[in-house]
């Protein structure tokens, strides 16, 4: 059963949304620079004038701690339920609220 909202309920979820989108978007931009700086570590002697044996770690670390924030920051802004399908989830399975409203996606 699908919950009727008001207009400023609405509005709120609206914004909670795009803020989650964006932490969601930056988050996944370290997360593939992160990525990138492990790979070259693990075939070069220095990275970007950096050790290799600094490099390596760190980024092994902040490809560790991303992937999981990734996982733990995307929840419906109305429920905080987990959306376990990544971008493409178009509704809530638990309290049912569409993101295609909020500028999401339409699949």
């Known amino acids: 059963m699908e919950h ?14 795009r803020r989650l989108l964006v932490r969601q978007q930056v988050a996944g931009v370290v997360f593939f620079l992160s990525g990138l700086a492990f790979g070259s570590a693990l075939n070069r002697e220095t990275v970007v004038g950096l050790s290799s044996a600094l490099v390596g770690p ?5 490809l560790f701690v991303t992937f999981f924030y990734l ?12 959306l376990l399908k990544g971008f493409f989830s178009t509704k809530c399975p638990r309290c049912k609220l569409s993101f295609t409203s909020f500028g999401g996606p339409t699949g």
């Open 4 to 17: 009727e909202y008001t207009a400023e309920e609405s509005q709120e979820l609206r914004l909670q949304y």
């Open 71 to 82: 996982i733990w920051n995307w929840r419906c802004p109305a429920c905080s339920f987990l």
């Open 58 to 62: 760190l980024a092994g670390l902040v």
